[in-house]
């Protein structure tokens, strides 16, 4: 394993399709709503794996994630949950939709070794057959997720 690796807990590890921003109760409720509407019009599908990344700048810890491939079911989920969200008046943060899984922490040079190792271990593809609502808030010791609401692609 790597050194100095500080793995994200399984129950944290996710794919961020669109950061929300701080909402208001209500609005959860109704982006919840829209979320469980889309995805019950989309199948589930396949994501593959394609390689490492470390994200952010520095010198210090950075995250390590694993580089998913941008299949068109993929970009068409994150797209209408995009734009139905925003035609229902929220404001959502505007960043450009980076598909990646992050595993946890690393120091910005990994031994290239040691990934290879626990690439080895990595499933090259995964079925999504769910999309999540998180809550985050940013803690010292790290991001904490409370599950919102929960819908199954379903179509």
Not at 14 to 34: N, V, W, Y
Not at 64 to 86: D, R, S
């Amino acid at each position: 394993m790597l050194t100095e690796f500080r793995p994200l807990a399984p129950e944290n590890l996710h794919l961020t399709l669109l950061f929300l921003g701080d909402q208001r109760p209500e609005k959860l409720d109704e982006i919840a709503d829209i979320m469980l509407s889309i995805c019950g019009q989309v199948r589930p599908f396949e994501i593959s794996f394609t390689g490492w990344q470390l994200a952010g700048r520095g010198t210090r810890k950075r995250p390590l994630c694993l580089k998913v491939t941008a299949e068109p079911e993929l970009l068409e989920l994150q797209y209408k949950l995009n734009c139905e969200i925003t035609r229902s008046g929220v404001h959502l943060t505007q960043r450009q939709f980076w598909p990646h899984l992050t595993l946890g922490r690393t120091p910005p040079l990994p031994q290239a070794e040691k990934l290879e190792q626990l690439w080895a271990e990595v499933p090259q593809k995964i079925v999504s057959d769910r999309v999540n609502l998180y809550q985050s808030r940013l803690l010292p010791q790290g991001a904490v997720h409370t599950l919102i609401q929960g819908a199954r692609l379903s179509a």
